[in-house]
């Protein structure tokens, strides 16, 4: 089993809508598995059927038991977060604004204050509507260890993709750098790294491949939209050859990408003509590569 990870530096490259059509090409040697937990999109164009839902918890928040507080307002006065406002002659606990510190709890005279497990968020295991199981995850408003989740998502995916044999399993990361990236790329066979020859798609793509080669993870690149900026693209590919980065594929400016997504389709369905040729090709060149 090998785990295929599609990435970006910033949003906005096509690297959701690539995920999706790579799924639909694989058909049933596939798992796929969302961890853009931050900003989940992928199941807008496979329809999972949310088949199983768990709440996840991650870190502490802060809660007053009204029976016992006397209203010494000793926990406001050394919260930093500004988390414990007074309202209705009480004081009470900002689960938006409360870090989970215990700084308060520590500060209370009658130990009023408990630190319970905070609710970051649900994960599910779920089937799309292409008959593929997909684990994916939605990150609570507010909530942070998304790099947690994300993990999380990781492990259910593996245990479900070994007990249901499948041969790959492909991992829709979030763009950037940040915790939900490095916990993707925890423990991958291939990086897909999908850019666009912006002066932003250039910098961020040079960015995250320090991150992906400080992991010695191969890498492919695929540029998209490579026929807006001649120049840009010329730079990218001097850039992959330096590096030794596999160039997957180019992909032409195409408005059937957008058309696609209005339609809730991936671009193989939706595009019979050369989007559809070079994703193929893309998805086949992946395969060899990892053989």
Not at 31 to 47: E, G, I, P, R, T
Not at 121 to 128: E, I, L, M, N, V
Not at 182 to 194: D, E, M, R
């Amino acid at each position: 089993m090998k785990e295929i990870v599609i990435i970006s530096g910033k949003g906005g490259t096509g690297k959701t809508s690539i995920t999706a059509s790579f799924a639909y090409l694989a058909g049933n040697d596939v798992l796929v598995a969302d961890c853009d937990v931050d900003a989940a999109d992928l199941h807008l164009l496979l329809k999972p059927d949310f088949g199983k839902e768990e709440d996840f918890y991650s870190g502490l928040i802060a809660k007053i038991d009204q029976q016992y507080c006397t209203n010494c307002g000793r926990c406001a006065n050394v919260c930093r977060f500004d988390a414990i406002p007074f309202k209705n002659n009480h004081f009470v606990v900002d689960t938006i604004d409360c870090e989970g510190c215990a700084y308060c709890a520590k500060v209370c005279p009658t130990s009023a204050i408990d630190l319970l497990p905070a609710y970051s968020g649900k994960w599910f295991s779920s089937t799309t509507r292409l008959n593929t199981p997909m684990i994916h995850a939605h990150l609570g408003i507010g909530s942070d260890n998304s790099g947690k989740l994300v993990t999380k998502v990781k492990n259910e995916a593996k245990t479900l993709a070994e007990s249901e044999n499948k041969n790959y399993i492909l991992i829709d990361g979030s763009p950037g750098i940040g915790c939900p990236v490095v916990s993707s790329l925890s423990g991958a066979n291939f990086v897909v790294l999908v850019t666009e020859p912006s002066i932003s798609g250039i910098h961020d793509l040079k960015r995250i491949y320090d991150l992906v080669k400080s992991f010695k993870i191969k890498a492919g690149c695929i540029i998209n939209k490579f026929d807006i900026n001649e120049k840009g693209t010329d730079e990218i590919m001097e850039f992959l050859k330096n590096e030794k980065i596999e160039h997957i594929a180019s992909i032409p400016y195409n408005e059937n990408f957008t058309n696609a997504m209005t339609n809730a389709q991936t671009i193989v369905e939706y595009d019979k003509g050369e989007l559809t040729e070079i994703l193929t090709n893309s998805w086949e060149k992946i395969k060899g590569i990892i053989a």
